[in-house]
């Protein structure tokens, strides 16, 4: 990730967090926000049009409106066309990421990765959670699971720069190199 890209993201994620906050409305905002980045990491559509520079600010703002005016608080959407008008909104994906960051820096909420090869249920996340939250003194855990059918069974868990490997095919793997070792 660019560094440029970084410094002009965060400025714009800690202003919507400060304005969230002074209108109460940060638990609204992130969950619209939330909502908002999914659209886009789903629609390759939107993505080009926004970050096409020969597309006027207008007609992003008329497709923008018409995606997310009566879907999200009107603040939010007022923030978004404001980056329109700013030439910013080719970073609004980073931006949102940033506010989630700085949000789960605010809350102190740890956001953990778990990799299994199956689905894993509702009841299974609570427990992992509980137990992350154990590991790592955390009020709150996020928890953020992907399917990886390459583990054969198990499970990895990222935290951070930590990684808790208890699948089956890390344990082959410890066990070739221990036996190529020796």
């Given at each position: ?18 304005h ?6 940060l ?7 939330s ?24 007609i992003?703002?008329e ?19 404001i980056?329109v ?29 778990v ?6 249920t ?10 992350i ?7 709150q ?8 059918t ?33």
């Open positions: 990730m660019s560094n440029l890209k970084e410094k002009i993201a965060v400025p714009y994620a800690e202003a919507l967090i400060n969230a906050q002074s209108m109460n409305l638990s609204e905002a992130t969950k619209d926000l909502s908002i980045l999914t659209v886009l990491s789903e629609s390759q559509d939107l993505q080009k049009v926004l970050l096409n520079p020969l597309i006027n600010g207008t992003k703002k497709v923008l409106k018409k995606l997310f005016e009566n879907q999200v608080n009107d603040f939010v959407m007022h923030f978004i066309l980056l008008d700013r030439r910013r909104v080719s970073f609004l994906s980073l931006i949102i990421e940033k506010y989630l960051e700085l949000l789960y820096l605010l809350e102190s909420t740890t956001i953990a990765e990799y299994c090869p199956v689905d894993i509702e009841a299974q996340q609570e427990i992992l959670i509980e137990k939250k154990y590991i790592t003194n955390s009020t855990v996020k928890l953020i699971v992907t399917k990886d390459d583990l054969i069974g198990g499970f990895i868990i990222k935290i951070g720069s930590k990684i808790i490997d208890l699948s089956l095919s890390g344990k082959l793997k410890r066990m070739s190199l221990y036996l190529n070792t020796n």
